[in-house]
């Protein structure tokens, strides 16, 4: 069996050899090849990919493969892949459909479970303190990227650019915290509100762990029993992720064309290369620091962080990083509690793209911008973004609100909305490696990060 492995893996990389190659050489007129010849070649190396990813059985391969056709689909039938966005959405709503219980059951047996009231209060503070001190940072790495590379210089606007900005409510931060309070429970779950949720699942787990021992047991145990079939479902529905992740890809090649990347490179580039250094020089000391693994974390996370990176939602990687995230040796009352909170107050990718977007706005339109207005600007954003996750079309909101208070055009937001879905993957995939990382933290903090099971996390991952 292991030959046979072996064998098809130099199959399929000559295949794809051969593909890529073929079509470089077409692409610049070196050797010309028909389409037919060019579409035969890279669909035989998928199908070898294909078999490859059955044969592994491996999530991670399986998304990745998938990526890889959705990008074929999307590319040679742009039609047929826009109606595949049924898939996507099937994908996305089976994942809404787990998150409010995994929330609920695992926040209310982690506070009641343990009936240390004092820990939660605890990881409250430690939570919250770690949350502004980096997403400030991404903040002004934003800002430094923003400055270094220009990549608003030089852009006017297309003309009979007539195009309206959809119609949002700007909101204040008295309406921000007031949004963190749910009045009906059943309407925060019904629209995703998570940081409405963690609140109600809070107050419960309080009020089941003041309750006497004997009353409050069989409601733990059936809370917990409820957690791990949670987790059963998310298994479940991890077996579709290949699918809707694949039609997510497909769906965006098809509707924007493969040459999207040449519309604003520049601001492109300047956004990734920012998240890049967020990444090295901000997460990775953090991880040291720690005395996280960091080649380990990475490989514990690249299943959520893949499946919000094809996405472009948060939402559909947190069932999967929480249980990714436990078996690295979180415990899960810290997992339960940091992760869900850190959707609300600790989502890098998406500050750090704020304070980028609103300078390329200043730019693009030739404002005069100087640096205390900047930094005033840092810390508008270091409060306003604290109730990004809570807002629908919430990354827009913020950025309209930044740039009406400093008197910006809006002209330039539209052209970033028209590439937003491609930005919309680095920085979700960034928010979500932020959080996973912020519970290994908060867990080395708390002393309860489980050492032997982070060691032996590799061979708890599928091979």
Same mark, same amino acid.
């Given at each position: 069996m292991n030959n046979l492995k072996h064998r098809l893996f130099i199959v399929n990389w000559v295949l794809v050899t051969l593909a890529a190659l073929a079509t470089v050489l077409d692409k610049y007129e070196i050797i010309h090849f028909s389409d037919s010849i060019l579409i035969t070649l890279r669909w035989l190396a998928l199908t070898g990919l294909v078999i490859h990813a059955f044969i592994k059985q491996n999530l991670t391969t399986s998304i990745l493969v998938a990526m890889l056709v959705g990008t074929e689909i999307g590319y040679d039938f742009p039609e047929l892949a826009q109606n595949l966005k049924f898939l996507r959405k099937i994908f996305l709503q089976m994942i809404k459909t787990i998150i409010a219980p995994l929330l609920f059951a695992t926040l209310v047996a982690g506070i009641a479970g343990h009936s240390d009231l004092k820990q939660v209060g605890r990881m409250g503070w430690k939570s919250l303190l770690y949350f502004e001190v980096v997403t400030t940072i991404a903040l002004f790495i934003g800002l430094f990227f923003a400055n270094w590379f220009q990549p608003g210089a030089g852009i006017a606007p297309p003309k009979d650019f007539h195009d309206e900005?959809?119609?949002?409510? #700007?909101?204040?931060?008295?309406?921000? /915290?007031?949004? $963190?309070?749910p009045e009906n429970i059943a309407k925060s779950i019904y629209e995703g509100q998570v940081l409405q949720i963690v609140v109600f699942s809070i107050i419960f787990g309080v009020s089941l762990a003041?309750?006497?021992?004997?009353?409050?047991?069989?409601m733990v145990h059936g809370v917990e029993l409820l957690a791990e079939v949670m987790f059963k479902f998310t298994k479940i529905v991890m077996l579709f992720a290949p699918i809707g992740v694949g039609a997510a890809i497909a769906e965006t090649v098809g509707h924007m064309g493969i040459d999207v990347l040449k519309n604003l490179a520049m601001l492109l580039a300047t956004l990734y290369c920012a998240l890049l250094a967020f990444l090295l020089l901000v997460l990775t000391p953090v991880a040291l620091v720690a005395r996280i693994p960091v080649f380990k974390f990475a490989k #514990?996370?690249?299943?959520?962080?893949? /499946?919000?990176? $094809?996405?472009?939602?948060?939402?559909?990687?947190?069932?999967?990083?929480m249980e990714q995230m436990e078996k690295f040796g979180v415990p899960r009352q810290i997992v339960s509690f940091v992760m869900p909170t850190g959707y609300s107050f600790n989502l890098d990718g998406s500050t750090l793209y704020l304070a980028l977007a609103t300078i390329f706005v200043a730019q693009a339109s030739g404002t005069e911008f100087p640096i205390g207005q900047q930094i005033t600007m840092v810390l508008l954003l270091m409060l306003t973004s604290k109730g990004v996750a809570g807002i629908p079309r919430a990354t827009l909101v913020i950025l309209l609100g930044a740039v009406a208070n400093?008197?910006?055009?809006e002209w330039p937001v539209l052209l970033i909305m028209g590439i937003d879905e491609l930005m919309d993957m680095a920085r979700t995939s960034v928010n979500v490696i932020g959080n996973c990382l912020a519970t290994a933290v908060i867990g080395r903090w708390e002393g309860e990060l489980d050492d032997e099971k982070m060691h032996a996390s590799d061979q708890v991952v599928t091979p």
């Open positions: 900005l959809p119609k949002v409510h #700007q909101q204040n931060w008295q309406d921000i /915290i007031l949004h $963190a309070f003041l309750l006497p021992a004997a009353k409050k047991t069989k #514990q996370i690249s299943e959520p962080v893949s /499946i919000a990176f $094809a996405t472009t939602s948060s939402e559909s990687a947190l069932p999967k990083a400093f008197g910006l055009p």
